[in-house]
T-cell receptor
């Protein structure tokens, strides 16, 4: 059974710092991995999607890496800003038709960026 | 990527009543997914809704409690039936719009049962 773990659970940094959020998963047979952002009480906004054949994806100040063999992904945020404060979730999609559309989520990392 | 309109955004309901949540997508999609996020927890898949067939429920979720309709390729509803305070959660619908695009989520329905 796939399990997804995110470390740390919470993080508080001063504005301008570069930071790394970690995600690990127990079953390397994944189709892809997706990072989301969730603001309090709101829905999810997709940040980056990494296919199983890819090593990393970049969007603006965000860079996500994937090491499928070791079951790890990281989300790197450069030059953090107060507007980056949110909960960040990673989710993996397993291979096989039985897993179509089924995302397994980590517990999230709640980030606070202080001005 | 697809745009999802989810309603209502929030509601406060009496125990024992039912609430129907709607999701409208701006494009045709084969599968729609319903998730639950309990307070302080991550998301858990409730069921997958295919147009023209019965929804497929995950372990721990049953049709009598969470009936789902999927009348066409752009719309779905989730009903939370006979509610109790333990049903207080955020409910989200999601669609996948193609290989390499990933999944898009609605803005969520924040349900409080009193």
């Amino acid at each position: 059974k796939q399990e997804v773990t995110q470390i740390p659970a919470a993080l508080s940094v001063p504005e301008g710092e570069n930071l790394v959020l970690n995600c690990s998963f127990t079953d390397s047979a994944i189709y892809n991995l997706q990072w989301f952002r969730q603001d309090p009480g709101k829905g999810l906004t997709s940040l980056l999607l990494i296919q199983s054949s890819q090593r990393e994806q970049t969007s603006g100040r965000l860079n996500a890496s994937l090491d499928k063999s070791s079951g790890r992904s990281t989300l790197y945020i450069a030059a953090s800003q107060p507007g980056d404060s949110a909960t960040y979730l990673c989710a993996v999609r397993g291979q096989g038709s039985s897993n179509t559309g089924k995302l397994i989520f980590g517990q999230g990392t709640t980030l606070q960026v202080k001005p | 990527s697809a745009v999802i309109s989810q309603k209502p955004s929030r509601d406060i309901c009496q125990r024992g009543t039912s609430l129907t949540i709607q999701c409208q997508v701006d494009s045709q999609v084969t599968m729609m997914f319903w998730y639950r996020q309990q307070p302080g927890q991550s998301l858990t898949l409730i069921a997958t809704a295919n147009q023209g067939s019965e929804a497929t429920y995950e372990s721990g979720f049953v049709i009598d409690k969470f009936p789902i309709s999927r009348p066409n390729l752009t719309f779905s509803t989730l009903t939370v039936s006979n509610m109790s305070p333990e049903d207080s959660s955020i409910y989200l619908c999601s669609v996948g719009t193609g290989t390499g695009i990933g999944y898009t989520f609605g803005s969520g329905t924040r349900l409080t049962v009193v």
